[in-house]
C-alpha cells in the first residue's frame, strides 16, 4: 500500500484556509505545468468561508479505470493512479461522470482527460508533491502515518460508502476519532443553507 | 511639477499594471536551470525560505525550500507566484524624466541623477533643509533601511525622512517599547505549538500571514484554546475555540473585560507582578469598572463571550497572545496594543517555553525595517534621535559632527501634511505608494500635486511614480542582495539571483550615487551591500537592536540569526525576557494602564456604517507587485464590499450588486459580496486597489498621538445601490482600478 518509504498523503479539511497555495503550486509540477490538477471548493461562501481542498484519492479499485473504454489510465505498483495516457484517451469523459470525488476533468483543448498524479514525477524520486509541500495551513500533508498519528487528535481513515458502495482511497482524511468510515449520503449533497457561521447570531448571545 | 504628465488611461497602456502570465521560459519543463538559489520571498513579514531557478539571468520558476527552518517548504500563492515579477513587460529598465503632454521619456543616469542632485540643492536653498522630505519602506532590505537613515542626516541634511512601516508597524513597536522596553516579537514562533492558550487579536493570519495558521493549528493539536478577535469571521475564526466578533474599536473592552475577571477570580501572578513589573495598582484600578457588561458594550460583544475568554487565558498554564494591524490601525492603537500585552504580563507568562507574545509584522522588512534609522524620530540599532549620547555615538561612526544630525522630523501622514501645506517642496521616495495606501487619499493627491518637485525610485510605474518628475529604475529584492528581520527577529539573508534588467541599477547604487553629488561621496563609498551591513554592525552596538555579532556567513551556516547578538561568538537570542529580565533600566515590565475611548470618527445618523480595510491573500500591500502577477489577480480580481445580509437587505443590496461605499472624504464603486460573516453593523473593503477603487478614498486622516500610525480599520460610511460606472478609470483593466 505504502509507496516512498511509507510516506502517505492526509488531509485535514478543518484546517483548510482557502488560500489557494496548493493550485498555484499543482500548476508549477513539471508533468503539467500551466495547469493545475488540484481543485479547491469554496463550500457556500454566502454563509461561511469554509473551503476545501481535493486531489484525486487514488482508489484502490479505481472506478475512472474501470469505466475508461480505451484503458487509458493506469495505476502504479505504488497505488498512484496516474492522469489518462495521451496516445488512449478518447476524451469520452466516462471517467469524468463516474469519479464519486469529482476529479477527473475533461480539457476540451487537448481533447483529454487530465487529473491529478499525486505528483508521480517528483513522488517517485522521494520529493513531496507539490501542493502538500507549499500547503501553508497543513490541510494538506505528505509524511509518514506515524508521524500523523503522534502529531494530529484525529484519525486518519480511507474507507468511504457511497450508498452500497464501499471506496478504498490511498489517500487519507483526517476526521474525529469516533468516525471510521465516511458516509456519503445523497441528501448531503443539494444545496442547503446554515445560521453556524452567522455572526450576527452570534453576536444575540446566549 | 508633480502631476502625470498624460492621462492615467494612458499611463496605464504604457506602463501597466499589465499582467505576466506565463514564465520567461513559457510553461515548458523541459527546461533545466543553471542555477537554484537559496533565498526568502520578497513579500510578508514571515519572509519564507524559497529557492529560484535561474536561467541565463533570467528567474524561471521556483522550488520549495524545505530545509528552511521557519517554513519548512511552505508558501502562500503569492510566494509561489512571485517569480511571475521578473521578466516582467511593465518592468522599467532605464531612468526616466516626465515631458509634459508625451509622458515619461528615458534619459541617461547622468541627466537624471544631476536633475534630482540639482533640485535637492535649489530646494533646500530656497527653502531650508527641512523642505526635502524622504520617504522610505519597510521592503526594502536592512542594508538599504540603513543607508536611507544615513543618506537623509548625511548627505541630505533634512530631518524629515519616514517610511511606509508607519503605516504597518509602529503602534506594536511602541506598545512593547513602553512595557518591555524592545520592540521586537518576544518569541520565535516555535513558542507557538507549545502554548495552551491562544489569543489572536486583529489578525487575519490566514490571509496576511498564511504561514503561522500552520502553528496555530499545531498547538490546536497539542490541546491548546484558540480564541480570535475580529470583526470578520476569518478562515481561522471558523475553526476556533471562541471567536469573537469584536466591534472595530472595540478591542479594549474584551481585553480590559478579561483582565477583570481574572484579577475577580485569582487568575493572576501576584508573585511575578511584585517583583517584575511596576503599575499594576494603576492597571487593577483602572479595569475595576470594566465589569463583563460594561466591557461588553464596549467591545460590541455578548459579555459571555468576555467572560469566557478569561476562563480560557486565566487558568492557562502557558499562554501565547499575537496580535496585529486589526487592533494596531487606530488613533488608539498603542494604547489597544498595551491593553493586550497588559494581559501577558499580568499572568507572568512570558521569557520561557510557549510563553509569550508577538505582533505578526506586516511588510517585508517590517522588523528589520524599523530598526536602522530610516524612521524620523531614530538613528540605527534602534536608538533615539534626541539621545546626546546615541546621537554622538552614530556621529563618530560615520564621521561627522554631532550637531549636524538633524533632530526629530515628521512622520508620513504628517509629511504630507506638511507638502499639502505648502512646508515641504521637494520629494524622494522609494519603496512606498502612498497613492494608494495612505488615508483620506484625495488629500495625499492634492500634497501630491503641490510639490515642486518629486522623484521616486520604482522597478515598476507606481501609481505615486506617476507623479515624479523623475523615476529612478531600481531594483527587486532578488535582483541585489542584502539582509532582512523576519516576524520572530531572526535575521536572513536574500541572495541575488539575477541582475537588474537594462540599464536598471541596484537602489543602494542610486542612494549613493545622488549623495556623491550632494557633495558627499566620501561617505558612501561601498563596494558591496556587504559593507554597507558591516557598517550597520558597527552603528547597532551596543542598540536594543544589537546586530554586531551577525555575519552574513553566520547568517547562511545558522539559517539565520536573531537579534541581539552583541558579539560574534553570541548565540543570538530567539526568545527574549528569559529569567523575566526586562529592558527598562530597572529591569521590569512597566504595566500601562488604558482606558477606552472612541475612534476619530465614529458612525452618526448621516454615515451609519463602519468601514474596516484589510488585505486578501492574493495580494500584498499597495499592488505594485501582486496586480502585475496575473494568477494572482486571477484569485481577486478587484475589490469588493463584505457586507451581511441584515444590512444588505435593509439597504436593498443583493450579491453582485454595484455598490457606492462612501465616507466624508470619498469613495469607491465595487460589487457587494453579500456574506454572512461579518458583522451586520460593519463592511470591509480591501485597499490594495487605486483610483475609484481604493479603500483609502475612504479612511480618515487621523494618526495615533503616540505612534502615528492612521485608523485605517475604524470610519463612518454609507452604502448605496448604483448603476455599473462606466467612465474612462471604470473601463481600465481591474488590476489598474477598473470595475467589471
Not at chain 2, 426 to 445: D, E, T, Y
Amino acid at each position: 500500500m505504502n509507496g516512498n518509504g511509507g510516506m502517505e498523503f492526509f488531509i485535514d479539511h478543518s484546517r483548510c484556509i482557502g488560500c489557494r497555495a496548493c493550485m498555484q503550486a499543482c500548476e508549477e509540477c513539471d508533468t503539467h505545468r500551466g495547469v493545475s490538477m488540484i481543485h479547491l471548493e469554496t463550500i457556500m461562501r454566502a454563509e461561511s468561508v469554509q473551503t476545501a481542498p481535493q486531489v484525486c484519492m487514488h482508489c484502490e479499485d479505481p472506478i475512472c479505470a474501470q469505466v475508461c473504454p480505451a484503458d487509458a489510465i493506469k495505476k502504479t505498483p505504488e497505488g498512484v493512479v496516474l492522469s489518462s495516457l495521451k496516445p488512449r484517451c478518447i476524451g469520452c469523459s466516462n471517467c469524468v461522470l463516474a469519479c464519486p470525488f469529482g476529479v477527473p476533468k475533461y480539457k476540451a483543448e487537448i481533447n483529454q482527460m487530465m487529473k491529478c498524479d499525486m505528483c508521480y514525477d517528483r513522488t517517485s524520486i522521494g520529493k513531496r508533491p507539490m501542493c502538500a509541500t507549499v500547503c501553508p495551513s497543513g490541510a494538506l500533508t505528505f509524511t509518514t502515518r506515524e508521524n500523523i498519528e503522534r502529531t494530529r487528535q484525529g484519525v486518519a481513515i480511507r474507507e468511504w460508502q457511497f450508498a452500497g458502495e464501499t471506496v478504498r482511497t490511498k489517500v487519507n482524511v483526517l476526521v474525529p476519532r469516533s468516525v471510521h468510515r465516511i458516509d456519503v449520503s445523497i441528501e448531503q449533497i443539494g444545496r442547503t443553507t446554515t445560521d453556524e457561521y452567522d455572526v450576527a447570531n452570534l453576536l444575540k448571545g446566549d | 511639477m508633480a502631476k502625470p504628465p498624460v492621462s492615467i488611461p494612458e499611463l496605464v497602456a504604457q506602463f501597466g499594471p499589465s499582467l505576466n502570465r506565463i514564465p520567461a521560459t513559457g510553461w515548458n519543463a523541459e527546461v533545466e536551470p543553471d542555477r537554484i538559489v537559496q533565498t526568502h520571498c520578497c513579500f510578508c513579514g514571515q519572509q519564507c525560505g524559497i529557492q529560484l531557478k535561474v536561467k541565463d539571468n533570467r528567474v524561471i520558476g521556483f522550488e520549495p525550500w524545505e530545509d528552511f527552518p521557519f517554513n519548512e517548504g511552505r508558501l502562500c500563492p503569492k510566494g509561489v507566484k512571485r517569480y511571475m515579477q521578473d521578466e516582467h513587460p511593465d518592468r522599467l529598465k532605464a531612468p526616466m524624466v516626465r515631458k509634459d503632454g508625451t509622458g515619461f521619456v528615458p534619459v541617461s543616469w547622468n541627466e537624471a541623477l544631476e536633475k534630482v542632485a540639482s533640485e535637492i540643492r535649489r530646494i533646500q536653498q530656497a527653502y531650508g533643509n527641512d523642505a526635502f522630505a524622504l520617504l522610505g519602506g519597510a521592503s526594502l532590505t536592512n542594508e538599504k533601511a540603513y543607508l536611507m537613515g544615513k543618506f537623509a542626516r548625511v548627505a541630505v541634511k533634512t530631518a524629515n525622512i519616514d517610511y511606509n512601516g508607519r503605516l504597518c508597524m509602529v503602534s506594536a513597536g511602541a506598545a512593547s517599547k513602553k512595557i518591555f522596553g524592545i520592540d521586537r516579537s518576544a518569541n520565535p514562533w516555535s513558542d507557538i505549538p507549545l502554548s495552551q492558550a491562544i489569543l489572536v487579536a486583529g489578525a487575519n493570519v490566514a490571509e496576511c500571514a498564511p504561514i503561522t495558521t500552520h502553528y496555530l493549528w499545531q498547538a490546536r493539536e497539542n490541546g491548546a484554546k484558540l480564541i480570535v478577535m475580529d470583526p470578520r469571521m476569518t478562515p481561522i475564526a471558523r475553526n476556533a475555540d471562541l471567536y469573537i466578533p469584536v466591534r472595530s474599536g472595540g478591542d479594549i473592552g474584551v481585553f480590559n473585560g478579561m483582565l477583570h475577571i481574572m484579577i475577580q477570580r485569582g487568575w493572576i501572578d501576584r508573585e511575578f507582578i511584585a517583583q517584575h513589573t511596576t503599575g499594576w495598582e494603576q492597571v487593577e484600578e483602572t479595569v475595576r469598572k470594566y465589569t463583563p457588561e460594561y466591557a461588553a458594550r464596549i467591545a460590541g460583544v455578548p459579555a459571555s463571550m468576555i467572560v469566557k475568554a478569561a476562563e480560557i487565558w486565566g487558568p492557562a498554564s502557558t499562554s501565547f497572545l499575537l496580535h496585529a494591524r486589526g487592533i494596531e490601525h487606530h488613533s488608539k492603537g498603542v494604547l489597544n496594543c498595551m491593553a493586550a500585552i497588559n494581559l501577558v504580563v499580568a499572568t507572568g507568562r512570558i521569557g520561557r517555553e510557549g510563553c509569550g507574545y508577538a505582533m505578526i509584522t506586516g511588510q517585508g522588512n517590517g522588523q528589520g525595517g524599523r530598526e536602522q534609522g530610516q524612521k524620523c524620530d531614530q538613528l540605527p540599532g534602534g536608538r533615539d534621535i534626541e539621545n546626546p549620547e546615541h546621537r554622538k555615538y552614530i556621529a563618530s561612526v560615520w564621521g561627522v559632527p554631532e550637531e549636524s544630525i538633524p533632530h526629530k522630523g515628521l512622520s508620513m501622514v504628517p509629511i504630507f501634511e506638511a507638502i499639502h501645506a505648502g512646508k515641504i517642496k521637494g520629494l524622494l521616495a522609494i519603496s512606498c505608494n502612498p497613492m494608494v495606501s495612505l488615508p483620506n487619499n484625495s488629500f495625499i493627491r492634492e500634497a501630491c500635486e503641490k510639490l515642486e518637485f518629486f522623484a521616486q525610485v520604482d522597478f515598476f510605474l507606481s501609481e505615486t511614480a506617476r507623479y515624479a518628475d523623475v523615476v529612478l529604475a531600481g531594483s527587486l529584492m532578488e535582483e541585489d542582495e542584502g539582509t532582512t528581520t523576519n516576524v520572530e527577529g531572526r535575521v536572513i539573508h536574500h541572495k541575488k539571483a539575477v541582475n537588474p534588467p537594462g540599464d536598471a541599477r541596484a537602489d543602494w547604487k542610486i542612494i549613493c550615487e545622488i549623495a556623491g553629488r550632494l557633495g558627499y561621496a566620501e561617505k558612501f563609498k561601498y563596494e558591496s551591500p556587504k559593507e554597507i551591513f558591516d557598517e550597520l554592525r558597527v552603528a547597532s552596538k551596543g542598540g536594543v537592536s544589537d546586530y554586531y555579532g551577525i555575519t552574513w556567513e553566520r547568517i547562511d551556516r545558522e539559517k539565520g540569526v536573531f537579534w541581539p547578538c552583541p558579539s560574534p561568538e553570541h548565540p543570538g537570542t530567539p526568545r527574549l525576557y528569559e529569567g523575566n529580565k526586562f529592558n527598562h533600566p530597572d529591569g521590569k515590565a512597566h504595566f500601562q494602564a488604558v482606558e477606552w475611548k472612541p475612534a476619530a470618527e465614529e458612525t452618526d445618523s448621516e454615515y451609519p456604517i463602519i468601514l474596516t480595510t484589510g488585505r486578501v491573500v492574493s495580494h500584498y500591500l499597495s499592488g505594485t507587485q501582486t496586480r502585475r502577477i496575473g494568477a494572482l489577480v486571477d484569485q481577486y480580481p478587484q475589490p469588493v464590499c463584505e457586507i451581511h445580509p441584515l444590512l444588505a437587505g435593509k439597504l436593498g443590496i443583493s450579491e453582485g450588486d454595484f455598490v457606492k461605499v462612501e465616507s466624508r472624504r470619498g469613495g469607491v464603486t465595487v460589487r457587494a459580496n453579500v456574506v454572512k460573516t461579518i458583522r451586520p453593523d460593519t463592511v470591509f473593503v480591501p485597499y490594495h486597489w487605486p483610483l475609484d477603487r481604493a479603500a483609502n478614498n475612504m479612511t480618515v486622516r487621523a494618526i495615533d498621538p503616540i505612534s502615528n500610525i492612521p485608523e485605517y480599520k475604524i470610519c463612518a460610511v454609507r452604502v448605496s445601490k448604483v448603476p455599473a460606472p462606466h467612465d474612462a478609470i471604470a473601463e481600465l483593466e481591474m488590476q489598474a482600478g477598473g470595475v467589471r
